[in-house]
Nanobody
Framework: QVRLVESGGGLVQAGGFLRLSCAASGNIFSNYAMGWFRQAPGKEREFVAS????????SYADSVKGRFTIFRDNAKNTVYLQMNSLKPEDTAVYYC?????????????WGQGTQVTVSS
């Protein structure tokens, strides 16, 4: 089992910034990709960003392109989400996710989430 622990959430003013961290530990046999998702109250969980662990290929939702950056520390099995120019609509619980292999459509493990609140 892989454990994911998020940190770095908080309350910020619109236009501010936060950096989220997610450390993976446990039985990490392989790591294909890690990503970030978010869920706002009353809305479905949505994809935010992902990064392939080996090649570093990044992917972003259109809503965060140019504002958010995902990056990783391979040695620490940690993924980060740098969130700049935050908007009130970014308010959500942000979840870290881990995908062990390219096979299968879903991520294998999820963190418990960290709250990000952006005030106007």
């Amino acid at each position: 089992q892989v454990r994911l622990v998020e940190s770095g959430g908080g309350l910020v003013q619109a236009g501010g910034f936060l950096r989220l961290s997610c450390a993976a530990s446990g039985n990490i046999f392989s790591n294909y990709a890690m990503g970030w998702f978010r869920q706002a109250p009353g809305k479905e969980r949505e994809f935010v960003a992902s990064i392939r662990w080996s090649g570093g290929v990044e992917s972003y939702a259109d809503s965060v392109k140019g504002r958010f950056t995902i990056f990783r520390d391979n040695a620490k099995n940690t993924v980060y989400l740098q969130m700049n120019s935050l908007k009130p609509e970014d308010t959500a619980v942000y979840y870290c996710a881990f995908k062990a292999t390219p096979w299968g459509s879903n991520y294998d493990y999820w963190g418990q989430g960290t709250q990000v609140t952006v005030s106007s």
